[in-house]
């Protein structure tokens, strides 16, 4: 008796809880995205257009298509109508929740041990002499606890550190995108505020969210938006709708950081595009060598709140590093995401310190091949960082064979020794462990360029422009090759295109020389000279010592028949900031205007074979 008596009572309790939870919802509404969609244009400047067009040319049988929807919602509740969806959603997300907090954990662990509780108290009350009341209140005692047990179960948390309040209380509503839109949910990470002390954290913050952002980018039937482009935002000046509109994105994750000593504080909050409204919103008190859980918790807690499947965000074995190496590792990641000639240098030297303080950690290895393999790719062909890249690369294998970071590396310099068919092998593999991993494609790509195969550089240049849509870089570069094979009308058709993704970024940031730069050629490309000069005028002046900016100033030049400046342009690479590698040089068909000329033969016998 005593036994249906609590199972009836927890039953009872389960359904006044949802009860109390959804009139605390309906005490709060939140605007239904569903009822509010429109499918109205956005109009506006010509820049606005150029975005809201682009999205054509973001998606193909290979990605998530979600070309039929704008995405624009106003602000406006229909209650209605939000009634009928949302009770939908809201049960769903509801028992979620349960799930996720552990009550229901908790739920079924009390009704283990109140049913035993009550099977001692009829075994043993009466032969212990006990009166009859007793056992009525120790049935009293554990039906009132249930509830108690559970609302303790929601608000709070057990860690190793002990009992404490459970900062996934803040959610204010969590949504599933795949039942509003019906198409594969999208997201941009902006880069966290620093709202440290001394404000001398922004480096720590923006590696935060760039691996937060890789995480995310392993999560299956999820589009995630490339760090170049999303970080061209400031999270404090961000307009959640006007980035939405921008980057054609439904989600927005913004957050900040507080970080004195060990101690970090972590805000961070999913943001719905469509309305501004939060979808979820959580902050972590921990410590620094926390820092892997934090970011894998915000990651599954995305991947719940957008249902999709989360494919792979850590490795059960991922290492843990020493937190002053890992430190020093987003420091070099902040310094390398900017690809300037002293950036790389700075990079290096906090890749190096992490390697000092934790000689196992593959990834800063990763992180030195990189900054060598560039150096010598756009800085700097020497010897000396050829074998260092080779070193590097060949340590981050032995450390961490597992991260297609360490086999890009490993490509690289194999392309730097012309051994072509290992760097192959290399891309391959990094494309089979991450196959979203767009610097595997750009770089297998410009491999193939250096060996001279042009029709598979296309080809990998094709995907590397589905890995990451918003690129401007690898279609542009399509455009180049379909020159060298003849074929005029496709690279006048993908120049187009490029140049559509170019005035997208320099809209964002009207300073990105390598957009200026690229985009110059685009612009000669379809005729239009004058703005064309203007923009590699404003890129390399910008950048005087910048040798990618220099060269491909020479090829600008060489195109437009000004042979003495792209003669000027190619020496400075060689001279002034360091010479670029030959084989890119020999195969480039955009200097075969200047191929002829005496000085040219000079320069080229300059170059290291």
Known sequence: ?????LVLTMV????LYNVLETALH???PVPNPVCGLTAESTTGSPGTGRICDERRHFHDEDLPDDRNHQFHLPTITVYGCRSLVMGGLRAKNFWGQLKERKVTRVALAYVVVGWILMQIGEASFEALGLPPWALTLLVVF????FPLALVLAWAYELTPQGVRKDPAGHIEAVTRFSDQTGSAPSIAVLP???LSEGGDQAYFCEGIAEEILNALCKIANLRVVSRMAAFQFGSKQADVKAVGEKLKVQTILEGSVRKSGDNLRITAQLVNTFDGYHLWSRQYDRRLEDIFEIQEEIANSIASSLSVSLKRVRDDDQQQVDPKAYDFFLRGLSYFARHTTQDNVYARQMFRQAAEIEPSFGRTWAGLAYTYGFEYLYFNATDVNRNEAKRTSERALELSPELAESHVSSGIAHCMSQEYKQAEAEFEKAIELDPKNYEAWYFFARAKVHEGDLARALKLFERTS???PEDFQSVLLQAQLYTSLGEQDKAIAVTRKGIEKVRVVLELNPDDNRALNMGAFALLRLDEKEEAKEW???????????SIIQYNGACFFALAGEVEQALD??????IKVGNISREWLLHDSDMDNIRQHPRYEKIIKSFPE
């Open 536 to 546: 590699m005028t404003a890129s390399m002046q910008n950048a005087p010592m910048d």
């Open 192 to 194: 966290f505020d620093d």
């Open 466 to 468: 589905k890995v990451r």
């Open 569 to 574: 342009c190619l020496e400075n690479c060689l």
């Open 12 to 15: 009872g309790s389960l359904f």
């Open 1 to 5: 008796m005593a036994s249906s008596i």
């Open 142 to 145: 554990v039906l009132l606890g």
């Open 26 to 28: 309906r005490k709060h």
